[in-house]
């Protein structure tokens, strides 16, 4: 899964990586990954250090040649707004936290976050049997990518997915297995799976950082 993927020399900062979606993203396009979450994360693939998000970021993102921070999105998905439950909002002080580090950075959530001049991506644009819409705001050009129509249902939460319908990887899904194949995490839990982001989001971004971007190896 690993280990024929040659090295860039460039850093990457995960931050809330949970068991490593976006990290193997970055990974499979040569970057060295160092996660971060404030739990533990015994099945992250690469280099983990359990710490606050923010504390780590502020102590430590200048290290890095690359900053990804996907926060906690329960504040901003529909099922929480109607139900009417109260998270923090981080984006603001994590975006902060990242405009002082100075380096390159992608921020990652839900249709309806407060992120600036997001792009949107799906499964659907990778050929993965997920729609799985997430947004990304960016400190460098991130092109928008054509967004092909839905046409295979999703499979209601809950029940076996059937020939033609496509995978809604949220709550308590059926069938660990083919969630791990459409996602591309074999490694991940159920769990991981249902927070994480497929690892060819962060691939695609880390293609168009490394052609639009120059960037210097940190020290």
């Not at 998905?77 to 109607?82: D, F, H, L, P, V």
Request: aromatic content about 8%; overall charge neutral.
């Amino acid at each position: 899964m690993m280990a024929n993927t040659p090295r860039n020399g460039l850093r990457v900062l995960d931050l809330f990586c949970c068991q490593g979606g976006a990290s193997m993203g970055y990974h499979q396009a040569g970057f060295d990954v160092t996660g971060i979450d404030v739990t533990p994360q015994p099945r992250y693939p690469f280099t983990f250090i359990q710490a606050d998000a923010l504390d780590y970021l502020a102590q430590h993102g200048t290290e890095f040649d690359l900053i990804h921070a996907s926060m906690p999105c329960q504040r901003y998905t529909r099922c929480q707004q109607i139900q009417s439950r109260a998270h923090p909002d981080l984006i603001a002080p994590v975006r902060e936290l990242l405009h002082k580090t100075g380096r390159p950075y992608a921020i990652e959530n839900v249709p309806g976050a407060p992120l600036l001049d997001p792009v949107e991506l799906c499964g659907a644009m990778f050929g993965l049997r997920t729609y799985r819409h997430r947004l990304f705001e960016t400190s460098f050009p991130l092109p928008h990518r054509h967004h092909p129509r839905h046409l295979a249902p999703n499979a209601k939460m809950g029940r076996p997915v059937h020939d033609g319908e496509f995978m809604h990887i949220v709550g308590n899904f059926s069938n660990v297995p083919l969630a791990r194949e459409v996602m591309g995490m074999p490694w991940a839990t159920r769990d991981g799976l249902r927070e994480a982001i497929p690892p060819a989001y962060t691939h695609h971004i880390a293609r168009h950082f490394l052609t639009t971007t120059d960037v210097e190896v940190a020290a």
